[in-house]
């Protein structure tokens, strides 16, 4: 069974620093992708950012990047320029291409410092 | 254009009784998914429904089902509630069965008593 794990519970991050969630996840699948989520305290899951297994390339999206190594099975989400809104819990997740069965992760509950 | 929508925000039921959560999906969306997030845990699929049908479960008990209306939004209905029911239900829904475009709604946070 897919596994997806977030080691670190908690992290903060000074206002306009980088910090960088971990993810590693477990799978027998060759193609896949991943997705980070982000869980304001509005509950509303919101899509930061994904990534195909077979593309080579690392995903951007404007602040947000990330790690990703199919042979490590990690992905970690990187944040430049961390602002106040961006504390939330933040989410890895998993899914086989053809359905929505989504494995996630514990979450990382970020804190933005002033 | 409307996101995903879920009715009731919150819902408090007795043990034993039973409860139906509301999902209306992203316009031009087909595909719905529901997921229960315990009190600080990752959320977990219950199921997928397509075309009417259900196409995918996950490990929950059958007190957990659900339905797709020809409008595409659904219904999920738990029966006998058990206090480790409470949690939030989330909806999330696609166009086709690939997850690649999945957009969640804002959850129905359930309290059992």
């Known amino acids: 069974a897919q596994t997806v794990t977030q080691s670190q519970p908690e992290m903060s991050v000074q206002e306009a620093e980088t910090v960088t969630l971990s993810c590693t996840y477990d799978t027998s699948e060759s193609d896949y992708y991943l997705f980070w989520y982000k869980q304001p305290p509005s509950r509303q899951m919101i899509l930061v950012i994904r990534q195909e297994a077979y593309k080579q390339q690392n995903a951007t999206e404007n602040r947000f990047s990330v790690n990703f190594q199919k042979a490590a099975k990690s992905f970690s989400l990187k944040i430049s320029d961390s602002q106040l809104g961006d504390a939330a819990m933040y989410f890895c997740a998993y899914s086989v291409v053809y359905g929505q069965n989504f494995v996630f992760g514990p979450g990382t509950r970020l804190s933005v410092l002033p | 254009d409307a996101g995903v929508t879920q009715s009731p925000t919150h819902l408090i039921k007795t043990r034993g009784q039973q409860v139906t959560l509301r999902c209306s999906p992203k316009s031009g969306h087909d595909t719905v998914s529901w997921y229960q997030q315990a009190l600080g845990q990752g959320p977990q699929f219950i199921f997928q429904?397509?075309?009417?049908?259900?196409?995918q479960r996950g490990n929950f008990p059958d007190r957990f089902s659900g339905h797709q209306f020809p409008n595409y939004s659904s219904e999920l209905n738990v029966n006998a509630l058990l206090l480790g029911d409470s949690a939030l239900y989330l909806c999330a829904s696609s166009f086709g069965t690939s997850p690649y475009e999945q957009y969640f709604g804002p959850g129905t946070r359930l309290t059992v008593t």
């Open positions: 429904y397509y075309e009417e049908e259900e196409r």
